[in-house]
């Protein structure tokens, strides 16, 4: 409660400083972190920590291809010192949007030896999504897992909290190659079609279609999927997660071109690139896949969580898991 206080108490600091850039009221403040505090209290779900025992652990589990972009050249080195943690073989793919940039990239791979990498320019729209869909479109096919990252600073952020939340996705996605092990032995099972952390404590509260709902329902149309306004699934927020190939086989298919995403606004909301994190999960289920959320052992929150001994108890630690959710 006292770093709630603190944190508040920073936000007022810079909406005095700055209002123009900080239009949330003090009433719609307090009102946020108050609904923070009781959604974190009454969170049921019901996670599986990691990293848990994996016997053979080292054997690589398939092709792997780690698709990143990477707008911001100063959070590089962050995603590299991540990156590399990966136990298995894995093909490194960079997206950003300048040749300067571009160069840049390279030469910061080569220089910290890292094999098998690939970066290629990509417009200025569709944030990270873009990229990863279009630019990278022909990746997936010649892979059976990927991750997905970008380097996450969400400026609009008045909490301050983007930093944080970058830290948080990058370890719990590949905070030591136990963790990255676990994931894969929860990736290995066939209900499974994608694994990503459970929420930022600070999203709690977003994580509700809000502006995001008319979007995500023209998307949702085009794929054939039915979605509710009053039951926005779970997602990989702040779209960094570990997958199977197949499970954006529908969106590849759609054969989106960047003239689809309006050009960068600053904008957060009711865009398509939003939709397309919100309608991950629905997409993978409508193929029978579940997202499978985590979470670190480091990490004490109020949470129900699921300590798995060995890889023989994953099977039952999903059900039990997928029996929480259907409840």
């Known amino acids: 409660m006292f770093h709630e206080i603190v944190r508040i108490c920073r ?20 009102w946020y972190y108050w609904l923070k505090q009781i959604q974190a209290l009454s969170w049921k779900k019901v996670l599986i920590e990691v990293p848990f025992p994996i016997e053979n652990s080292s054997e690589p589990p398939g092709r792997i291809a780690v698709i ?27 997206s950003t949007d300048t040749p300067e ?32 869909y279009i630019t990278f479109r022909d990746v997936y096919a010649e892979c059976d897992y990927f991750l997905h990252l970008h380097g996450k600073k969400s400026p609009h952020r008045l909490d301050g909290a983007g930093d944080l939340w970058r830290k948080y996705l990058l370890h719990s996605l590949l905070g030591s190659p136990e963790i990255i092990a676990s994931v894969f032995a929860l ?39 039915k979605i509710a306004k009053d039951n926005c699934p779970l997602y990989p927020a702040g779209s960094m997660f570990w997958a199977k190939s197949s499970v954006v086989r529908p969106l590849l298919d759609l054969n989106l071109q960047f003239e689809d995403f309006p050009p960068e606004s600053g904008r957060v909301d009711a865009v398509p690139s939003h939709a397309m994190e919100w309608m991950i999960a629905p997409v993978a289920l409508a193929q029978g896949l579940h997202g499978q959320r985590t979470i670190t052992a480091n990490l004490q929150r109020p949470r129900k969580t699921i300590q798995v001994q060995s890889a023989a108890q994953v099977p039952e630690a999903i059900t039990e898991c997928l029996r929480n959710e259907e409840g």
């Open 11 to 30: 936000t007022l600091e810079r909406k005095f400083k700055d209002p123009a850039n900080n239009e949330m009221s003090i009433t719609m403040m307090l």
């Open 68 to 94: 990143v972009h990477c707008y911001y050249l100063d959070l590089l080195d962050e995603l590299i010192d991540h990156i590399i943690r990966i136990p298995y073989p894995y093909r490194l793919l960079v």
């Open 101 to 132: 940039k571009q160069s840049a990239i390279e030469e910061k791979l080569e220089a910290r030896k890292v094999a098998h990498f690939e970066v290629r320019r990509a417009e200025n729209r569709g944030r990270d999504i873009a990229p990863k």
């Open 187 to 225: 990736l290995k099972d066939p209900r499974i079609g994608l694994v990503f952390p459970d929420p930022y404590e600070p999203d709690l509260p977003q994580l509700r279609w809000a502006a995001n709902y008319e979007v995500s329902a023209a998307l949702a149309n085009r794929l054939g999927i």
